[in-house]
Antibody, heavy 120, light 113 residues
Framework: QVQLQQSGPGLVKPSQTLSLTCAIS??????????WSWIRQSPSRGLEWLAR?????????DYAVSVKSRITISPDTSKNQFSLQLSSVTPEDTAVYYC??????????WGQGTLVTVSS | DIVMTQSPDSLVVSLGERATFNCKSS????????????LAWYQQKPGQPPKLLIY???TRESGVPDRFSGSGSGTDFTLTISSLQAEDVAVYYC?????????FGQGTKVEVK
């Protein structure tokens, strides 16, 4: 059974960088049949897909247009995990952030969620 | 982006009664190459991540009770709970996976009367 364990700070100051990590067990970040994503949820924006990475002989990465200039998703094969960095955050980036495993673009496995508050 | 619109925003149903809610996509999510609708439904309870219930518009995920069923094609889809149980109180979301970015509806909240 795939399990995803998120870690990272719950409070980030405005203009700083939000950083979260998702540790994978029961699967490999280099799997040829899965993709790995970050999704966030807030009352104002609902569920919002942010980014994905997947390996198919080479690494592929996609970003949502709304955050493309500020976001980085990075796989780490040595630790079997992937991470999210979102720079220049504002209070609008306050949300619950989820990591997820994607299969055929559906989302059967989710991390536990991390509430990230952007505030000074 | 494909916009997903759900209705109603909330629904109050008696235990044992049928609950039906709808999802409409701004463009068709039916893929002619494999004859499938790229539409999923999720259930989210407070403090938990969403849980995948149905994919390909009508295929139940393993372990999902058969009182949950999905139907529809193209741009109009329905999730039905045939006999509402207390544990079904949640918010339900549809999601299209026909195009990136993956997009979700705003959710329908189901409560017990």
């Amino acid at each position: 059974q795939v399990q995803l364990q998120q870690s990272g700070p719950g409070l980030v100051k405005p203009s700083q960088t939000l950083s979260l990590t998702c540790a994978i067990s029961g699967d490999s970040v280099s799997s040829n049949s899965a993709a790995w994503s970050w999704i966030r949820q807030s009352p104002s924006r609902g569920l919002e897909w942010l980014a994905r990475t997947y390996y198919r002989s080479t690494w592929y990465i996609d970003y949502a247009v709304s955050v493309k200039s500020r976001i980085t998703i990075s796989p780490d094969t040595s630790k079997n995990q992937f991470s999210l960095q979102l720079s220049s955050v504002t209070p609008e980036d306050t949300a619950v952030y989820y990591c997820a495993r994607i299969s055929h673009n559906t989302i059967p496995f989710w991390g536990q969620g991390t509430l990230v508050t952007v505030s000074s | 982006d494909i916009v997903m619109t759900q209705s109603p925003d909330s629904l109050v149903v008696s235990l044992g009664e049928r609950a039906t809610f709808n999802c409409k996509s701004s463009q068709s999510v039916f893929h002619v190459s494999d004859n499938r609708n790229y539409l999923a439904w999720y259930q989210q309870k407070p403090g938990q991540p969403p849980k995948l219930l149905i994919y390909w518009a009508s295929t139940r995920e393993s372990g999902v009770p058969d009182r949950f069923s999905g139907s529809g094609s193209g741009t109009d889809f329905t999730l039905t709970i045939s006999s509402l149980q207390a544990e079904d109180v949640a918010v339900y979301y549809c999601q299209q996976y026909y195009h990136t970015p993956l997009t979700f509806g705003q959710g329908t909240k189901v409560e017990v009367k």
